[in-house]
T-cell receptor
């Protein structure tokens, strides 16, 4: 692995189903983030983790949950998907310092019907 | 509330210069970032400003005025591959990034 990966690349999901989006980084970054990107809107932070074992809520956390059991992995779970969760989801990581840049995964395109 | 404003779309000619503006109102300021995002791809880092002034990096430069809540990204010698969206983001008092909706830059030959 080089950098940050996400799986799946895309998914079509029936409303009400549970779904976990996977994110793995090999840069030993402390901080990880989940964003959603919708047309005409900026990236919106869903959840973040400043270090393994801790998580925090972002701007739009409702309907999503995360865990950070180790440094490398940061899965995002939709407990019961709804059509408004149709979006492109990006995972990102950074070393957690003040001026640090965020490195983004390739994204997961999720459609909830 | 927190707000980042940038133009929705701009058009420029190959070889020319273009300036993409960004104004912000955020709770606290801990730096401003510019990212480039090609269609269907992930954002990639371009520049970071935390002090007033101009930061130059090759064909790209970024300017910041904290007192005016204003930044711009300057792209010189435009190439067709510069066609992309350019995202402005500010790190707020909680050290979280607040993102603008992005400026879609169209380069014409």
């Amino acid at each position: 692995i080089a950098g940050i990966t996400q799986a799946p690349t895309s998914q079509i999901l029936a409303a009400g189903r549970r779904m976990t989006l996977r994110c793995t980084q090999d840069m030993r970054h402390n901080a990880m983030y989940w964003y959603r990107q919708d047309l005409g809107l900026g990236l919106r932070l869903i959840h973040y983790s400043n270090t393994a074992g801790t998580t925090g809520k972002g701007e739009v956390p409702d309907g999503y949950s995360v865990s950070r059991a180790n440094t490398d992995d940061f899965p995002l779970t939709l407990a019961s998907a709804v059509p408004s969760q149709t979006s492109v989801y990006f995972c990102a990581s950074s070393d957690g310092l003040a001026g640090d840049e965020q490195f983004f995964g390739p994204g997961t395109r999720l459609t909830v019907l | 509330g927190q707000n980042i404003d940038q133009p929705t779309e701009m058009t420029a000619t190959e070889g020319a210069i273009v300036q993409i503006n960004c104004t912000y109102q955020t709770s606290g300021f801990n730096g401003l970032f510019w990212y480039q995002q090609h269609a269907g791809e992930a954002p990639t880092f371009l520049s970071y400003n935390v002090l007033d002034g101009l930061e130059e990096k090759g064909r790209f430069s970024s300017f910041l005025s904290r007192s005016k809540g204003y930044s711009y990204l300057l792209l010189k010698e435009l190439q067709m591959k510069d066609s992309a969206s350019y995202l402005c983001a500010v790190k707020d008092s909680n050290y979280q990034l607040i993102w603008g909706a992005g400026t879609k830059l169209i380069i014409k030959p």
